[in-house]
């Protein structure tokens, strides 16, 4: 014979339902919690890098433009020939010990 289920055992199962429903709840918006905050860094990434990138475009832009102030014949120049002299000018001895020397200056003001 089937053994019946009393109200009890019934209002026990709907509570132990309600409970895990309530679970279901707080997991769920523990889920959309996480997505968001993973979202959040994500985009917090992609600003830090898009910001680094206009620092860079900046410089480049700043540098290449006071370069073309001192030397106007090179905006006549190939890319070739652009890097020709870049090699030239960097090759010289006095060039780099000069360099080396601001580098070292700016490393000591740290």
Not at 61 to 85: C, H, N, V, W
């Amino acid at each position: 014979m089937a053994k019946k289920h009393s109200v009890l055992e019934d209002l026990r199962t709907a509570k132990e339902l309600i409970e895990l429903r309530e679970e279901k709840k707080k997991a769920e918006r523990k889920c959309v919690q996480a997505h968001h905050n993973l979202t959040k860094a994500e985009n917090m990434l992609q600003s830090e890098r898009q910001a680094e990138r206009r620092k860079r475009n900046h410089r480049l832009i700043t540098r290449g433009a006071q370069f073309e102030y001192m030397f106007p014949e090179s905006k006549e120049l190939t890319e070739d020939q652009f890097m020709e002299l870049c090699n030239a000018l960097f090759a010289a001895d006095e060039v780099r010990d000069h360099v080396r020397r601001l580098i070292l200056t700016l490393k000591d003001g740290d």
